[in-house]
């Protein structure tokens, strides 16, 4: 995304005339979410200034810096005394997408549930299949693509330690333990990870 995110971090870029991180702190607000924990290493001064405590948004913001980066799970674990002990909603701030928050349910004897959509045209192979409503590790050349919208028991990350680390391994573990479920969404879901496409963000967006 160089050199748009040279001076501003992704999820501050603009999406049909907001920052991109709004549209979902906007539908996490529709859904009934009130509280959202915010994680953030690259310019997340910027964020914060921003957003501050939410209350402009109907919402309580609390801040989790990381310092230096630390990856999506390294981050998370980072974040865990601010989350707590119960499961909660993990959504990455580097998509768009017009799911509704208000569908996710509470887990019910696994460690993880993930939305999935469609791989799109420049992923050859998934990160995961369905099968019986639980999340598997695919074969080579098949699968579904994790949206970056979940559902975690913070016990997924039961024998971690501060630094940074991937989240996929976690989850690929626990699928292999059949502790994963997942669902598939089939509506607007962009991963805004080139000009090109977060100018289709904002023209998804705009169609609304």
């Excluded at 859904?31 to 910027?46: K, T």
């Excluded at 569908?103 to 099968?131: E, I, M, Q």
Aim: aromatic share 8%.
């Amino acid at each position: 995304m160089r050199p748009l995110t040279l001076h501003t971090p992704k999820p501050l870029l603009p999406v049909a005339g907001k920052p991109l991180i709004q549209w979902h702190l906007e539908a996490l607000r529709r859904a009934g979410v009130s509280e959202i924990v915010i994680n953030h290493a690259w310019l997340g001064e910027q964020l914060e200034a921003a957003f501050g405590d939410g209350s402009e948004l109907g919402l309580r913001i609390l801040w989790s810096a990381e310092g230096e980066p630390l990856e999506t799970g390294g981050g998370i674990f980072h974040a865990l005394p601010l989350l707590g002990s119960e499961p909660f909603m993990l959504v990455n701030g580097d998509i768009w997408t017009n799911f509704d928050f208000a569908t996710l349910r509470p887990l019910s004897g696994v460690l993880a549930h993930l939305v999935l959509v469609p791989n799109p045209p420049y992923k050859a192979s998934g990160d995961f299949v369905l099968a019986d409503g639980l999340a598997r590790n695919p074969h080579a050349g098949e699968g579904l693509t994790f949206s970056g919208i979940s559902i975690i028991d913070p016990r997924l990350f039961d024998g971690c330690r501060a630094g940074a680390f991937a989240l996929a391994p976690l989850l690929r573990r626990a699928a292999d333990q059949g502790l994963v479920s997942g669902e598939l969404f089939g509506g607007s879901w962009i991963d805004v990870g080139t000009p090109d496409r977060l100018a289709l963000a904002s023209r998804s967006a705009e169609a609304l």
